[in-house]
């Protein structure tokens, strides 16, 4: 098949924008406006006539031709409205999507000076075993961590409706609901890691203990006057006031 | 500010401690060791039965010379602690240290950065050693023990993790229970009783140095630079063209930084004040991003210790460089621990008594 011209892609495209207020600062009162419908149908009456005139095609030939190019112009026209009207939306989902998430910022930080303020009032350890407990600042924080893991979920599903669409446009969103989606991963780890969670899943601990056999292992081969030898040892100031503040911080005496 | 304690301290500090040369467990009553596992210095504190502490140092250093029967028998009546190692007469401690100034060698440091050093292969049987002479063994099996552990640095990407569960390792196998601690945390537990606690402990290490900031025993901010005693001696050895061993001794020759007299004390004194900049503008950073901060009802402390802060002027120098920060919030004094060495281990025999 040949060719198509896209007539109102090719206007739109070669189109410049400009405000009344700039048309004024060149002197421009009046202006003379045109429909794009009318310059393609201008533009497709010409081919028409030029193709008659040819008199390389009958008359019905014509007819057939021109039917058939303006059914494709419309449906290509409907297409470029449906990614227009999508676009829009993708455009108002973001804008609802970055505004869910600085009021999720806000309630986390709310909820943060919430735990700072139970802290402060509970002295030393009210606020630990709070949090280690699941108390009320924990639980508000566990909250916190759903509402974004589900505003994250929501930001991807997002993006990856965007692709389909297609166009300039939608490929932009894309792009910027993918950012939002790897910011909202950087603030759950974040805020994991602060309350001891994560994302990752990490069950096995590291257990370097063959490491500290071999040393042991090793030294205790290695011929040495180290017993032998006395080590310089110095007396200092005891650590039982220490040990009587703690306890009676921690309401033990 | 009170300016009560910034006073140079090291002579205050060494008339407080008492010297005394005894076994590792002879008067060890109370259960709990503290371990202060530093790059420069390995120190273990445990209570004693007249209410004190006693504290066991010892450098962390070793240095390898050529074996031969002669000098095995010189370092064996001299009492320096040796051990055989691959054909060689591998020196521990702080002789291996005096040794090295007086051969103008460097020493080898089973640490580095506050950590274990991964590309000493010998680091680890060298350092176990050290550990083991300092500690002694526990009183009865699953005694506690907690050992200093530095804070993720912010200027390194440094593995703790493996540090600390190599060290935990090995404190296990001598029958030891092994909680680490970390060091700056420790040092809030020695130094801050009468504050409930409160306020911020600097540990200025050979490896590092580590801040945290602790509100009524609770850490609100860990973290380290790897900047310490040593970096000061890689910059002063590089500026002066002499060996680092050599700008360690030079540092620790009873200089003042305040007053350098010469072009040596002039270059450690720069890099004390470039360091303790360094630091106090990170802290600052830190508590102004308002991230994980108490607010402090009233001005709180700062209390140093380690090595490195036992310099002469190191206290005046400081409150000097801090003065020129726009810290955010008040500060009550400045001070170094009366026991700057022993501080940590002390703070981590507080927490093994308590069973933090």
């Known amino acids: 098949m040949e060719p198509k011209i896209d007539v109102l892609a090719t206007l739109e495209a070669k189109a410049r924008k400009t405000t009344i207020e700039e048309l004024q600062q060149k002197g421009r009162r009046q202006l003379k406006v045109i429909r794009a419908s009318e310059i393609s149908g201008m533009i497709q009456e010409s081919i028409r006539k030029t193709l008659e005139a040819s008199e390389l095609l009958p008359r019905e030939q014509v007819d057939e031709l021109v039917d058939r190019a303006s059914a494709e112009f419309e449906e290509l026209k409907e297409a470029r409205i449906k990614e227009q009207r999508q676009a829009r939306e993708l455009a108002t989902k973001l804008a609802k999507v970055q505004q869910d998430l600085e009021e999720a910022q806000k309630e986390l930080e709310r909820a943060h000076q919430e735990c700072e303020a139970l802290r402060q009032q509970g002295g030393a350890a009210a606020a630990p075993a709070a949090l280690a407990d699941g108390g009320a600042s924990a639980a508000v924080m566990m909250k916190m961590m759903e509402e974004l893991m589900a505003l994250k979920a929501q930001v991807q599903q997002g993006a990856q409706g965007a692709a389909p669409a297609a166009g300039g446009n939608a490929a932009g969103l894309e792009e910027q609901l993918s950012k939002i989606a790897g910011a909202l991963d950087e603030k759950l780890d974040r805020f994991g890691k602060k309350m001891g969670l994560s994302s990752a899943v990490d069950t096995a601990t590291v257990d370097f203990s063959k490491l500290a056999d071999r040393a042991l292992e090793e030294s205790a081969k290695l011929e040495s006057n180290v017993d032998d030898v006395e080590i310089e040892k110095r007396k200092g100031a005891g650590i039982m006031g220490n040990l009587d503040k703690i306890r009676k911080m921690r309401g033990g005496g | 500010m009170d300016q009560e304690r910034t006073e140079d301290q090291t002579n205050d500090f060494e008339a407080g401690m008492e010297s005394a040369s005894s076994s590792a467990t002879s008067t060890s009553k109370l259960l709990g060791r503290g371990l202060d596992i530093g790059t420069a210095n390995i120190a273990a504190a445990v209570q004693t039965e007249e209410g004190g502490v006693e504290v066991a140092v010892e450098r962390n250093a070793f240095l390898d010379i050529k074996a031969d029967v002669y000098s095995k028998n010189m370092l064996t009546k001299l009492k320096v602690p040796y051990v055989v190692h691959n054909g060689n007469l591998v020196v521990l401690g702080q002789s291996a240290f005096e040794l090295a100034n007086i051969f103008s060698r460097e020493t080898r440091r089973p640490m580095s950065d506050g950590l274990i050093s991964p590309s000493d292969v010998d680091a680890l049987p060298m350092i176990q050693l050290i550990i083991?002479?300092?500690?002694?063994?526990?009183?009865?099996?699953?005694?506690?023990?907690?050992?200093?552990?530095?804070?993720?640095?912010?200027?390194?990407?440094?593995?703790?993790?493996?540090?600390?569960?190599?060290?935990?390792?090995?404190?296990?196998?001598?029958?030891?229970?092994?909680?680490?601690?970390?060091?700056?945390?420790?040092?809030?537990?020695?130094?801050?009783?009468?504050?409930?606690?409160?306020?911020?402990?600097?540990?200025?290490?050979?490896?590092?140095?580590?801040?945290?900031?602790?509100?009524?025993?609770?850490?609100?901010?860990?973290?380290?630079?790897?900047?310490?005693?040593?970096?000061?001696?890689?910059?002063?050895a590089q500026v002066l063209g002499i060996k680092a061993s050599k700008a360690t001794s030079i540092k620790e020759s009873g200089i003042d930084i305040r007053d350098p007299k010469t072009r040596e004390e002039e270059a450690v004194s720069i890099y004390y004040r470039n360091l303790i900049h360094y630091l106090m503008e990170n802290i600052q950073v830190r508590f102004q991003s308002g991230q994980d901060m108490p607010s402090f009802p009233d001005p709180i402390d700062i209390v140093c210790s380690g090595g490195t802060s036992l310099i002469g002027g190191f206290i005046e120098v400081f409150q000097d460089e801090f003065s020129k920060l726009d810290f955010p919030i008040p500060i009550r004094r400045i001070f170094r621990a009366e026991e700057a060495l022993n501080s940590v281990a002390k703070g981590c025999l507080v927490a093994a008594a308590i069973g933090e």
């Open chain 2, 132 to 236: 083991e002479k300092v500690l002694g063994e526990p009183a009865e099996r699953g005694e506690n023990c907690y050992f200093s552990v530095p804070a993720e640095s912010i200027d390194a990407d440094n593995n703790v993790i493996y540090h600390q569960g190599l060290f935990e390792g090995l404190l296990k196998k001598m029958g030891y229970t092994a909680k680490p601690i970390n060091e700056a945390h420790a040092l809030v537990f020695a130094e801050l009783a009468d504050q409930d606690f409160t306020g911020i402990g600097l540990s200025f290490g050979g490896g590092m140095v580590n801040a945290c900031v602790s509100y009524k025993t609770i850490p609100a901010l860990q973290f380290s630079v790897a900047r310490g005693g040593d970096w000061i001696d890689k910059n002063v």
